[in-house]
């Protein structure tokens, strides 16, 4: 699994950059795969308010958030929101990426797209603020509320200290490793058992993308999902994108990667193949089936329909099966 922690302090020695790498250690303990970004290091251009996402889904603006957040966003099962309390919120680095998210909320509200990874992904909050008023993370509560809700992740829990003001008050706490280890292990503990299962076919443009999509919505947390193709493509196809949202499915944000790279951090129990033929992927330890549907790439959107209601009946009777 991945887990993406967002860190919005500036201070590169401080108290948020202390709790995050705190929790991403014992995250890692528990074989979950972790990535950090420094958003205060990042290209970030805030939102100018052109309104094309809530028009046509996208973002025009060219920065480390379209290239770099945005998949990530959309790839991870957990994301984890960590910050300093600026004025009663997050810091203006952060907000601008939450910001830019508005681009999750119009496919979400306006466009009707579901994320696959809708019934899968969660939420977590670590703040820190040097007052030690009751209200200090209110404001940051309701923003990061509305946040999670717009990329689709369940917001539960937080881990928030007060009184914390120079920058290694945070290591000097004497409770917070033992609350970030129990914190964790509650968060991961729903992902652990899960069958992995990774879906290959020639380019991860279609069948594969389909299958993988599938499987992360109907199955939820249940399922440890993951795709990849023996002659990856340079993008996904645009038809296989149009049969899935009218599915209200949303691939966007998806690209294709090498079987190689799919299996680089975990290997899969189960590989179940499209009908690749002699390029199947051999992975010791994994079983392989193989469902033979024929590659719709070049052929007609109805085809593309047909394979992907086939893929779609495959993945319900996988699910009934694994479950
Ligand atoms: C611009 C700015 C605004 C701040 N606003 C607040 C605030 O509203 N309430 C508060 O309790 N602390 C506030 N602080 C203090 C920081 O939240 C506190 O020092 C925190 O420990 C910094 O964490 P860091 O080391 O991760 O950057 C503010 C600090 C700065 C620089």
Redesign the pocket.
């Known amino acids: 699994m991945l887990i993406l922690g967002l860190q919005g302090?500036?201070?590169k020695k401080?108290?948020?950059?202390y709790l995050l790498s705190t929790f991403m250690t014992a995250a890692e303990k528990f074989g979950a795969r972790t990535h950090v970004i420094d958003v205060t290091q990042k290209k970030i251009i805030p939102c100018k308010e052109y309104t094309v996402c809530e028009k046509k889904g996208y973002c025009p603006i060219e920065d480390d958030v379209k290239d770099e957040i945005y998949p990530l966003l959309r790839e991870a099962e957990l994301v984890v929101l960590a910050t300093?309390?600026?004025?009663?919120n997050m810091t203006a680095q952060l907000k601008a990426v939450v910001d830019r998210c508005q681009t999750f909320w119009a496919r979400k509200y306006k466009l009707k797209l579901k994320d696959p990874g809708a019934n899968m992904r969660r939420g977590f909050l670590l703040a820190?603020?040097?007052?030690k008023g009751k209200n200090?993370f209110e404001g940051l509560n309701l923003t990061t509320q509305y946040f999670f809700d717009a990329i689709w992740a369940k917001f539960g829990d937080s881990l928030t200290y007060r009184g914390?003001?120079g920058?290694k008050?945070m290591a000097a706490h004497t409770t917070v490793k033992k609350e970030v280890e129990e914190a964790v292990e509650r968060l991961l503990t729903p992902f652990q058992g899960r069958k992995k299962v990774l879906f290959a076919c020639r380019e991860n443009a279609c069948r594969s993308q389909m299958a993988s999509a599938f499987a992360q919505f109907l199955a939820g947390d249940k399922i440890d999902v993951s795709n990849g193709g023996s002659e990856p493509a340079e993008k996904i196809n645009p038809d296989m994108v149009k049969v899935m949202h009218e599915k209200g499915i949303d691939m966007a944000f998806r690209s294709p990667r090498s079987i190689e790279e799919a299996i680089a951090n975990d290997t899969p129990e189960l590989i179940i193949t499209m009908g690749c033929g002699e390029q199947c992927p051999v992975v010791p330890g994994a079983k392989i089936t193989d469902w033979d549907l024929p590659d719709p790439a070049g052929k007609s959107i109805d085809f593309m329909r047909d394979i992907r209601d086939e893929v779609e009946k495959k993945i319900v009777n996988l699910i009934s099966e694994i479950k």
């Not at 401080?14 to 950059?17: D, E, H, L």
């Not at 300093?84 to 009663?88: N, V």
């Not at 820190?128 to 007052?131: H, K, L, S």
């Open positions: 302090s500036p201070r401080g108290n948020t950059n300093p309390i600026f004025f009663y820190v603020g040097a007052t200090l914390i003001e920058p008050d």
